[in-house]
């Protein structure tokens, strides 16, 4: 398996990397900021949990992560590592949505052109047959299936099920169509059960990590950070000595678009343009953008302890900084603010789309009681 000169020595090494999503953290840097700023067994927090990457993190590192994530996408790939299945039942369940493959090749032949273009006809089959059967959202052997499909669903030539397409965000159907037939590609001819196995041994190959009491949940943080501060009272769950998350950036990606074939997969619309729901598009309304922040900070503050540390990684554009820092000290008072600048060292994900502007990097803000220090120093 090509491993880009990482080492995959440890299960956490193999899992972490599930799976490719726009703007996820570094993993080094969750490690970094978590081994920082708690200790084994204390609570990390993250409402904007995307992959899932700072909760896993946590687990790894023997702390409880606490997530919220809105996209099934991301929720999909964080609780698969999080908690995945036992190898065997995973094997199993793979061959039997193989087996069940030829009640779809009527559906197979009826998809739009994109899929035609991008899969050839027998993975086809075998998507619809996963598509169709795998419950992703209550059974943890089909939900752990489901998370290693995504990874591989689209991805360079030779590394995913696709035809040639960038791993973290989807080619409009539109675009890739031109795309392949500009450049003569065509949809690799494999076998896709073999093509999993590979991959799903690899992924178990160093064990699986402890959740250690970590959970994420599916859903829109407004909502579920009420109910989770409602347990936290009654039922004496500890609060987090750590919140660690990264908002969407104000305008800057759109979460249903990027990952629309993923979404279809788990058994969306067909289609890259339509409207989701709220919170799942590309953030661009100003005070929608405000009010979604303060409510999610202001509620969040309610599940964390006095001393906390606020680590927030954000957009160093102008707006973006400003509402979150507004949002951050109007939940948050009385501690003493660091900012940490982090300039985009590569070039990101849309200067491959053709965007050559400058890009304004990112910042990390952090809120700490004052006298608070790194563990470390
Ligand atoms: C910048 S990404 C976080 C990425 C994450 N740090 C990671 O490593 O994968 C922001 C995430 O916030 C999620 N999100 C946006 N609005 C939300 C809401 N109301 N409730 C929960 N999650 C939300 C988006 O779907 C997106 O995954």
């Known amino acids: 398996m090509a491993d880009n000169g990482k080492t995959f020595g440890t299960a956490a090494k193999r899992w972490e990397g599930i799976g490719p999503y726009y703007a996820m953290f570094p993993i080094r840097f969750a490690d970094a900021v978590i081994k920082e ?10 409402p904007f949990a995307g992959r899932g990457t700072a909760i896993f993190s946590a687990a790894a590192l023997g702390r409880r992560g606490i997530g919220i994530e809105i996209s099934p996408v991301g929720w999909v790939y964080a609780k698969a590592k999080l908690c ?73 030539e030779g590394q995913a099920l696709s035809n040639q397409m960038r791993q973290a965000k989807a080619m409009s159907p539109h675009y890739a169509i031109k795309w392949w037939a500009e450049n003569e590609s065509k949809p690799p001819n494999l076998d896709a059960v073999e093509f999993m196995q590979q991959r799903i041994r690899w992924r178990y190959a ?29 039922e004496g769950v500890p609060k987090a000595k750590l919140l660690l998350t990264s908002p969407p950036y104000f305008g800057v990606t759109n979460y249903h678009y990027d990952q629309w074939l993923r979404l279809w997969l788990l058994g969306f619309e067909t289609d890259a343009y339509v409207a989701r729901g709220p919170y799942q598009g590309r953030f661009t309304h100003p005070d929608r953008y405000k009010s979604l922040l303060k409510k999610i ?19 160093n554009d102008p707006f973006t900084k400003q509402a979150t820092l507004d949002a951050m000290l109007e939940a948050f008072p009385g501690k003493r603010l660091i900012e940490r600048r982090r300039p985009f060292r590569k070039p990101t994900q849309t200067h491959l789309f053709g965007d050559k ?16 220090g790194r563990r470390n120093r």
């Open 297 to 315: 900070f202001g509620r969040a503050a309610k599940l964390v302890t006095d001393d906390a540390v606020i680590y927030v990684r954000t957009s």
């Open 37 to 46: 700023y708690t200790a084994e067994g204390e609570t990390v927090l993250d």
């Open 206 to 234: 160093k064990g699986v990590v402890e959740a250690n009491g970590s959970r994420v949940y599916l859903g829109n943080s407004t909502a579920l950070l009420p109910q989770l501060a409602q347990r936290v009272r009654k």
């Open 84 to 156: 995945p299945a036992p190898l065997v039942q995973v094997e199993e369940r793979l061959l039997e949505i193989a087996d069940a493959d030829g009640k779809y090749a009527v559906q197979a032949r009826s998809l739009p052109k994109f899929f035609k273009k991008c899969f050839s006809p027998s993975v086809r089959r075998f998507l619809l047959a996963a598509r169709a059967r795998l419950d992703w959202r209550r059974c943890i052997c089909d939900r752990t299936l489901m998370a290693i499909l995504l990874v591989y669903l689209h991805g360079k």
């Open 357 to 372: 502007t400058p890009k304004p990097g990112e910042v990390d803000l952090v809120l700490m009681a004052d006298g608070r």
